[in-house]
């Protein structure tokens, strides 16, 4: 089987989005990093646990536990014990940070739009079906 070249395309594609967008968001007076954890939590779910969060982003929850405070405080987020399980932090979005995150969602789009340009319909319905296999993937295993 010939070697594959999927994590290096991922890679330059997360380079690639990540140094088109962080200008945008900078300029619409989000940093990167805000984005990122908030896109974060709007993508694992209202209810989310902060360790779901930091599984997601890669990191260790002791890790993102500095960053989610300094969110709370600048009322991005809330954090909230869990109602099944006192010990687990859930993270939600406060009405202000759903509006934010609706405002540079226009960013994204156009980003979205630009990396699909050169995809028929069925090449991008394909590829969207192959990306989400290879997430399934990653999540199936530690």
């Not at 099944?84 to 980003?111: F, N, W, Y």
Request: neutral net charge; charged residues 25%.
């Amino acid at each position: 089987m010939p070697e594959s070249q999927i994590g290096p395309l991922i890679a330059t594609i997360y380079e690639l989005q990540s140094s088109w967008l962080e200008p945008r968001l900078k300029k619409s007076g989000m940093r990167w990093t805000t984005f990122q954890l908030l896109a974060t939590v709007m993508a694992a779910g209202d209810g989310a646990s902060q360790a779901e969060v930091a599984r997601r982003l890669g990191v260790a929850p002791a890790t993102l536990s500095e960053s989610v405070h300094a969110h709370v405080d600048s009322g991005h987020l809330l954090q909230e014990p869990s109602p099944g399980d006192r010990r687990k932090k859930i993270l939600r979005l406060t009405p202000s940070a759903k509006k934010r995150m609706g405002e540079v969602g226009k960013h994204v789009r156009e980003l979205e739009s630009r990396m699909s340009r050169s995809l028929q319909g069925q090449e991008l319905s394909d590829l969207e079906k192959m990306l989400e296999k290879v997430v399934e993937n990653l999540e199936g295993e530690p």
